[in-house]
């Protein structure tokens, strides 16, 4: 049983960063070089600051953070699932090529058979979770948005935003799978020890900073 959960979480996970994914590509061609935060003042953006590090879901949730990395002809994906006290259960990364709009939204119908609840999504794509949260974006990406709010409306379901420098150990996997062009598979007790010592970091609430 735990085993099928997990595997739901995992499928459910991948179908969040497809999205976050799609979020992002789409938008490309919108932006002719203006920044991510110029659009979030042309959408009249409203988020709160929130502290770089939250490790821990609340009490009963699992906490699920994602990240994806698109260059040339190839994307990738990072994510990480860990229960209410912090602790990894489950990481991943993976690559494949561009998904176009279509593939994306019968990924995102495959999420109506999933049924989950309590899970707390983070992402660091502040124009994502506003396009989600608060709508806006091209048209090309409303059916998407469409099916990810309704995958979100499961049960206590949350979704918000964290910094970049909160978000590093599923940005290093995402980064680990394009560099790799591989598909791989993390339990707990088989994560580097790099991973841990960020996992570690955020757990408790320490500061990270961003690479230059």
């Known amino acids: 049983m735990k085993r099928m959960q997990l595997d739901m979480l995992v499928m459910q996970l991948e179908i969040i960063i497809w999205i976050v994914l799609l979020l992002s590509t789409s938008n490309q061609s919108a932006r ?31 906490k699920i953070n994602t990240d994806g990395c698109v ?16 602790q990894c259960v489950h990481a991943f990364f993976s690559l494949y090529r561009k998904c176009p709009i279509l593939e994306a939204e019968l990924r995102a119908i495959l999420a109506q058979r999933i049924v989950l609840s309590d899970l707390w999504i983070e992402s660091d794509s502040t124009l994502a979770i506003h396009c989600i949260i608060r709508g806006g974006g091209p048209w090309s990406i409303q059916a998407t948005l469409r099916h990810i709010r309704h995958l979100l409306a499961f049960n206590r379901d949350t979704i918000s935003h964290i910094f970049r420098e909160g978000n590093q150990v599923v940005n290093l996997l995402a980064s680990k799978g394009w560099n790799r062009h591989c598909n791989f598979e993390y339990s707990a007790k088989d994560l580097p020890q790099r991973y841990r010592s960020l996992i570690h970091i955020d757990r408790h609430g320490l500061p990270t900073h961003r690479s230059l």
């Open 71 to 86: 260059k040339y002809e190839f994307a990738s994906r990072g994510g990480i699932i860990r229960d209410s006290l912090g």
């Open 32 to 62: 002719s070089g203006r920044s991510e935060y110029e659009l979030y003042h042309q959408f009249t953006v409203e988020l709160g600051m929130r502290s770089l590090a939250k490790g821990s879901a609340k009490l009963g949730y699992s």
